[in-house]
């Protein structure tokens, strides 16, 4: 038997988030149905992670065991023929029985995107949030630093979240300019639900003067929701990659 590590890009408007939920369309779903379409049995798959309904991918990485079902080997051109237009697997390679999608990998890198104008751009509609306020970009790349390191990030997770442990680590944060756009970019070896959202609200505040950049120290050190910015929305949020 061997195990098979995928990479999957796919667009998630149309979609109620990655994890299979009853009667609705999920990523995982899709991905699990064009595999038992292959190899005649149920395959279940293991994710790096969940995205939320709306948020996109270009590196998500899941894992799954291959059935002794078929003769030949499996290329991502064979599974892509039974996936929707939505979804597809940009990246296959057989690894060793040792590597777990979830479990062993080390980074995490999302994008949010967004751009500034008064008006509405139909070709960045569902894919990058429109900020029609006049925002300091300096003082947001500045606010970035003050996400680096270990912290906890209880300030910046929603209040629904499960999780007791909100420690998390952040490599890299920074803005990048695009040709007529933004992108927040973040590192770290985990997220916590909204996180990015949350984060990129906060940031949203400082560009526009509501915070200051050092503010930032403050609010994690708070340990409280209230205190950041708004979930912004899912639909400007891409899960960029995955490192091992």
């Given at each position: 038997?061997?195990?098979?590590?995928?990479?999957?890009?796919?667009?998630?408007?149309?979609?109620?988030?990655?994890?299979?939920?009853?009667?609705?369309?999920?990523?995982?779903?899709e991905?699990?149905?064009?595999?038992?379409?292959?190899?005649?049995?149920?395959?279940?798959?293991?994710?790096?992670g969940?995205?939320?309904?709306?948020?996109?991918?270009?590196?998500?990485?899941?894992?799954?065991?291959?059935?002794?079902?078929?003769?030949?080997?499996?290329?991502?051109q064979?599974?892509?023929?039974?996936?929707?237009?939505?979804?597809?697997?940009?990246?296959l390679?057989?690894v060793?029985?040792?590597?777990?999608?979830?479990f062993?990998?080390?980074?995490?890198?999302?994008?949010?995107?967004?751009?500034?104008?008064?008006?509405e751009?139909?070709l960045?509609?569902?894919?990058?949030?429109?900020?029609?306020?006049?925002?300091d970009?300096?003082?947001?790349?500045?606010?970035?630093?003050?996400?680096?390191?270990?912290?906890d990030?209880?300030?910046?997770?929603?209040?629904?979240?499960?999780?007791?442990?909100?420690?998390?680590?952040?490599?890299?944060?920074?803005?990048?300019?695009?040709?007529?756009?933004?992108?927040?970019e973040?590192?770290?070896?985990?997220?916590?639900?909204?996180?990015?959202?949350?984060?990129?609200?906060?940031?949203?505040?400082?560009?526009?003067?509501?915070?200051?950049?050092?503010?930032?120290?403050?609010i994690?050190?708070?340990?409280?929701?209230?205190?950041?910015?708004?979930?912004?929305?899912?639909?400007?949020?891409?899960?960029?990659?995955?490192?091992?």
């Amino acid at each position: 038997m061997e195990r098979i590590k995928l990479i999957v890009e796919y667009d998630g408007t149309n979609f109620c988030g990655y994890q299979v939920q009853p009667g609705k369309r999920t990523v995982e779903k899709e991905l699990e149905d064009a595999l038992e379409k292959i190899y005649q049995v149920k395959v279940k798959t293991f994710a790096s992670g969940r995205t939320d309904a709306g948020v996109h991918a270009l590196g998500a990485v899941l894992h799954y065991d291959e059935p002794k079902t078929l003769k030949k080997p499996i290329n991502a051109q064979t599974i892509n023929a039974f996936l929707p237009s939505d979804v597809k697997v940009v990246g296959l390679e057989v690894v060793d029985d040792t590597f777990d999608a979830r479990f062993t990998a080390k980074k995490k890198t999302y994008w949010y995107k967004f751009y500034l104008s008064r008006v509405e751009r139909p070709l960045f509609e569902n894919r990058a949030l429109r900020v029609n306020d006049n925002i300091d970009i300096g003082k947001m790349c500045e606010a970035c630093k003050y996400l680096i390191g270990e912290h906890d990030f209880t300030s910046f997770v929603a209040r629904k979240s499960g999780k007791t442990n909100f420690v998390r680590t952040i490599f890299d944060a920074k803005i990048i300019a695009a040709h007529d756009y933004y992108i927040f970019e973040i590192t770290g070896n985990g997220f916590l639900y909204n996180m990015v959202r949350i984060i990129m609200g906060t940031l949203i505040n400082v560009g526009k003067g509501i915070i200051e950049p050092s503010d930032v120290i403050q609010i994690i050190k708070a340990k409280n929701r209230a205190k950041a910015g708004k979930t912004m929305p899912a639909n400007s949020l891409y899960l960029l990659k995955v490192e091992y």
